[in-house]
């Protein structure tokens, strides 16, 4: 989805996934696994991440599994 406007007015827009953009992000959450995406890359890359999908395999203090 490029981009999507809610009920309420708010306005989000898709991003190319960079190193930069994962280091600057405060929490990164997983709700789909897609394996087009390097897990690991993103865990080393990232924060914090919540994972809806269990799609990050290795355990890590980062890691937040619903």
């Known amino acids: 989805v490029p981009a999507l406007e809610t009920t309420r007015g708010l306005k989000f827009q898709s991003?190319?996934?960079?190193?930069?953009?994962?280091?600057?992000?405060?929490?990164?959450?997983?709700?789909?696994?897609?394996?087009?995406?390097?897990?690991?890359w993103i865990v080393q890359n990232s924060q914090l991440i919540v994972d809806l999908r269990n799609a990050v395999k290795e355990s890590s203090a980062k890691v937040y599994k619903l």
């Open 15 to 40: 991003a190319t996934l960079t190193t930069e953009l994962l280091r600057q992000a405060d929490c990164v959450v997983i709700t789909t696994q897609h394996t087009a995406f390097d897990m690991d």
